[in-house]
């Protein structure tokens, strides 16, 4: 007997067909990205590679361990009000839409707390929560109008957890619906953003692991503003 092969079958049924991004609708998943980088996907889309699938299918498997814990009568002090469920706000003439993770009831004191799940390879690395991250949060707690919240890390490996509260700032979630509208603003006049994860060390590392870093550097090559 020869056995299929097993990495196919995974990789055959994680494969999903190329869609045309629509401008006007935007995801919060990836706002926290180099606007340079997703206005790319939207003008030259690429095939995302069977390997990333599984990171991303991953997360979803971490995610659906997380919502059971919520779940569970082992553990009364919390009630899971709402799961992985859709959203979609407008702004001027375009749409932000998606999935937020969690929302939970914290019975001591009936508040609410939303709940933004990331996997990670090593919670040994984390030691605060990612920017990104946040910024999805607070767009998510503008939205609901729910103050309180936390980005939670799971370990992929070992299911420790890391998490890192955040309350609503109004001022940051203005911030997160300016950089949806400078977006919005760049796909539809047909104007390439700064290069902007170039600009800072904190950023550049994106760079290395960017599918459109060839084009970014033909359209801005390095000089002493773009490295």
Known sequence: MNPPDFNAMVDAYLKKEKKQKETGRYYPSEIGSCLRKVWYSYKFPIETEPEQMKVFEMGNIIHEFIA?????????????LKEEFPFRHEVDDFTISGRIDDLILLKADGSQLLVEVKSTKSIAYVSEASPPHVAQLQLYMHIL???????????KGTLQTKWFPASYDAKKAEQVIARFKALHRCLTEDVLPIAEARKSEKTRWMCRFCEYSD??????????EFP
Do not use: M
């Open 68 to 80: 059971k814990v919520f779940k569970s009568d082992k553990n009364p002090h919390i009630e899971l």
């Open 215 to 224: 084009r970014c550097y033909a359209a801005t090559p390095k000089s002493e």
């Open 145 to 155: 109008n729910v103050h309180d919240g936390v980005v939670l890390y799971v370990d």
